[in-house]
């Protein structure tokens, strides 16, 4: 059955990225499957996701468009680097998977979870929020419009209440 | 007290002597970028004045974007020791036209010469470091090719590997301590961002 990974692996294509950025991530997995599945996407494994913003400008030099993939805890990692997107103004894409977010069940999630819309605005990045698996497409889209086509730094948070509550098994 | 003898500025002249379109160069931020601009300010130089840690990994965009250019990253120890990781990230993807190579002059140059862990081990109160290989590291990493230079008479081969040989390749340069004239490019980041795309693609 299709869903809304499948709906941004789709918006990828249509936005011709070429280079997929991530760490491993159960929110992301099925998308970054997709993506190494995938001959016309480079998909690339961190080490950490502040190597992705490097990456990401390397590409966009180079003429390519990219998109890193992390979850709000990598974000903290990032933010002297977002610095670079502002710096050389490049199109930058990323989406988020939050935690510590709607119905966390694990308090050591929540600082850098509640804390990433704040250190991301503070940055100067713009960003896009999707709670409804309906809405994801498009926000996407339009996310990727404004990165490739505005030349802005975007970020999509993908909240929690979408992902679903991860339960260690419990319920 | 380092060893060294090399001294970096005629060292990456040498380097970057009768670049074409065909290489494009990326400089750490400090000494690697007044060095690469004192080679010849071009283009097709991207040279850092921030972001530290992100030489290696802009190599890599780069190289995976534009595969039948030649990709050489130019940065210092410093630099290099804030991005280990990227070096495993590079020895995932194995791009066959990106040469990195690290100037260890065992210092933060920028910052007023305070040791770094390249340093060697009882070198004095305030020199001391670990003797942190770098080269050994990027080998440890997955970079099959990996070297270090230290004589002059290394120097030509060293230079006909960054430029030539089938990469991923590694190399760690031992250079002195120098104090030097900054040598510098223009600053605007999006200024040059656009000129290197507008060089490569024919479009900011």
């Known amino acids: 059955m299709k869903d809304w990974r499948d709906d941004i692996f789709e918006v990828f294509q249509d936005h011709d990225i070429k280079q997929v950025y991530h760490v491993p991530d159960a929110g992301h997995s099925r998308l970054i499957e997709a993506c190494q599945k995938s001959n016309s996407v480079r998909t690339l494994a961190l080490t950490t996701e502040e190597e992705g913003i490097a990456i990401a400008a390397g590409a966009w030099l180079g003429g390519q468009r990219s998109a890193l993939l992390m979850q709000s805890s990598g ?4 933010i002297n680097m977002v610095g670079l997107t502002r710096t050389l103004r490049f199109p930058f894409l990323t989406l988020i998977t939050m935690r510590g977010d709607y ?13 990433t819309p704040k250190v991301l605005e503070a940055m100067g990045m ?17 996310a990727a419009r404004s990165a490739f086509q505005g030349g802005q730094s975007v970020a999509v ?3 929690q209440k979408l992902i679903g509550i991860k339960t260690f098994g419990k319920k | ?33 007044w060095d690469i601009t004192n080679a010849g300010d071009r283009p097709l130089n991207m040279p850092l004045w921030g972001a530290m840690g992100a030489p290696v990994g802009m190599g890599l965009g780069l190289a995976i974007a534009q595969p039948t250019k030649r990709v050489l990253v130019i940065t210092g120890d410093g630099d290099m020791l804030m991005s280990l990781g990227s070096l495993a990230t590079v020895a995932a993807q194995s791009p066959d036209n990106l040469a990195i190579c690290v100037l ?15 340093s060697p081990r009882n070198n004095g109160p305030t020199d001391s470091g670990a003797g942190t ?11 099959a ?60």
Not at chain 1, 75 to 78: E, H, K, L, Q, S
Request: proline letters at 4%.
């Open chain 1, 75 to 78: 974000v903290g990692n990032t």
């Open chain 1, 103 to 115: 119905g966390e069940f694990n308090s050591w999630q929540y600082p850098m979870g509640q804390g």
């Open chain 1, 126 to 142: 713009l960003l896009y929020s999707v709670d409804k698996a309906e809405d994801v497409k498009a926000t996407v889209d339009a």
């Open chain 1, 157 to 159: 948070l993908l909240r």
């Open chain 2, 1 to 33: 007290m380092s060893q060294a003898t090399l001294q970096r500025r005629p060292l990456v002249k040498e380097i970057l002597t009768g670049a074409d379109d065909n290489l494009l160069v990326i400089g750490g931020l400090g000494s690697s970028n």
């Open chain 2, 104 to 118: 260890d002059n065992e210092k933060f140059g920028e910052t007023g010469n305070q040791a770094t862990h390249t």
């Open chain 2, 133 to 143: 290989d770098l080269a050994l590291i990027a080998r440890g990493c997955g970079i």
């Open chain 2, 145 to 204: 090719d990996c070297g270090t230079v230290t004589a002059k008479g290394d120097v030509a081969q060293l230079v006909k590997d960054l430029r030539m040989k089938k990469g991923p390749i590694f190399r760690l340069v031992k250079v002195m301590v120098e104090k030097l004239e900054f040598v510098m490019p223009p600053q605007d980041g999006a200024h040059l961002k656009d000129r290197f795309r507008q060089a490569l693609l024919g479009r900011p």
